[in-house]
Each structure stands twice: as C-alpha cells, then as structure tokens.
C-alpha cells in the first residue's frame, strides 16, 4: 500500500488534463469578449464608411428629391443587414446653415436681452426676443436643426444608426445588454446649386 502511494504522489499522467481544465474556461470567455469587440468595431468601420459614401450622394441637387433620398437610405440598409440581418437601422437627416451650426447643434442665434439663456416670449407691451428662424418652421429651436436634407449651401448632419442582437453570448456569461447599438455620422454641405435660404428675423412668442 506504501508503495502504491508513494507511486501514485509521483505520478504526473493527466496533470495537463487538470491544467487545461482551469485555463479553458478563463480563455473561452476571454475570446469570446474579443469577437465580440471585433465585429461591433468592424460594424462601426463598415458603417462610417457607407454613410460617408451615402452622405455624399446626398449632398447633390438631386439629393433633395423624396424618391432619391428613400433609393440612398436602402443602400445603407442593405450593407449593414449584409453584417447584421436582422438588425434595426435607423437614419436621420438634420441641416444647419453652416458647419459651426451643425457640428454643435447649435441654438437659432437670438438676442438674449434678460440674459436668462432662453429665448422668451414679449412681456406686457415689449416684444418677445428677436431670433433667426433658421429652419423657417415659425419657432426657436434650441438646437437649430430641422429634419431634412435642407437646400443649396447646407450643412446636413447625416447619421444612421443600427441596433442588433449579440453575436456572441457573452452577456450570459459577464451580464450586460443582450444587443449593440452602433452610430456613425458625418456633416456635408450640399452643393451651391442655388442661393442659400436668408433666415427671417422673428420674435420668440
């Protein structure tokens, strides 16, 4: 029996069995999390780059048709649904009358004349606070954008957004949303086929 227990303590045979078993979860999961980080980073490179591609065919004169915006959009569905078919895609145009406007989604300029950061309506017989009605829908608008492709001399801020299930279960195993959710977009000005629109002055009411 000594022997036998002596022969069995010196026995190595099925100590890698034993190792692999400890290590092969921990690297299971961890090349799980790597997948994972790799496909929604190749989804946001193949995104960014058919919305570039898209924006620009946008920005053309033709660009402002319904039909030719709706032909547009299809096209970035379909790459992304090529990645991620049963994802949800959703796009959205927004124009500015420049750059600075678009990439700050910044407020339709106004006088702000109580210093109270808010545009505010006429108080007794003083008119309301004078504004550029930007988008020309009759109201201020704290960030100034309206939801279209806009005219000549816009800048438009094209972003599409695709939301879809995980690929790989790791949520199951570390916790966490169940979907991605990735967003590309760029800003373009559309082409000076025209004059640009001149903002009327109005009051906030």
Sequence with gaps: MRICLRRLARDERGATIIEFAIVAPVMG????GAFDVAHTLYMRAALQGVVQKTARDATLESGLVGATQTALDNK?????????NNGTVTITRQWYRNYEQAAASK????TDTNNNGTCDGPAGSTPGEPYEDTNGNGIWDSTGGNLSQG??????LYTA???????????NIVGGSKTTKVTASTILRNQPYGDQGVPKVRNCT
């Design 76 to 84: 970035v569905k379909a790459q992304i649904k090529a990645l991620a």
């Design 107 to 110: 407020f339709e300029p106004w």
């Design 29 to 32: 999961l961890l090349l799980l």
């Design 151 to 156: 005219g000549a001399k816009d800048a438009v």
């Design 161 to 171: 957004t695709v939301s879809y299930p995980r690929f790989f279960p790791i949520y």
